[in-house]
Nanobody, 122 residues
Framework: VQLQASGGGLVQAGGSLRLSCAAS????????MGWFRRAPGKEREWVAT????????YYADSVKGRFTISRDNAENTVYLQMGVLKADDTAVYYC????????????????WGQGTQVTVSS
């Protein structure tokens, strides 16, 4: 599976942005998908996870109520809709795919996207 993330950019605080992650290869619907981020000088942080069917979603407390993860298995794509953005959301965002559950404690992920930069100006 190859993952291609896109949609990052520069946005003002309070604004919105939608990230996309397109997957190539077979059996996209077999994979749990997640988003992580890494801010400058900080550890990688789990952001959100969506189950393979899309029926279950999980969020970090820092983004709950502001971000929404979704997927389109027909299009092999996972999305991260980000709203009410804050300066603290500035980071490189990475999508991830795994046949095992993706959690904040996952230390080995099968596949990573290349990352897309999100910069929130205050």
């Amino acid at each position: 599976v190859q993952l291609q993330a896109s949609g990052g950019g520069l946005v003002q605080a309070g604004g919105s942005l939608r990230l996309s992650c397109a997957a190539s290869g077979r059996s996209f619907s077999s994979y749990e998908m997640g988003w992580f981020r890494r801010a400058p000088g900080k550890e990688r942080e789990w952001v959100a996870t969506i189950s393979s069917t899309g029926l279950s979603t999980y969020y970090a407390d820092s983004v709950k109520g502001r971000f929404t993860i979704s997927r389109d298995n027909a299009e092999n794509t996972v999305y991260l809709q980000m709203g009410v953005l804050k300066a603290d959301d500035t980071a490189v965002y990475y999508c991830a795919a795994d046949r095992d559950p993706i959690s904040p404690y996952s230390d080995s992920i099968e596949y990573w996207g290349q990352g897309t930069q999100v910069t929130v100006s205050s």
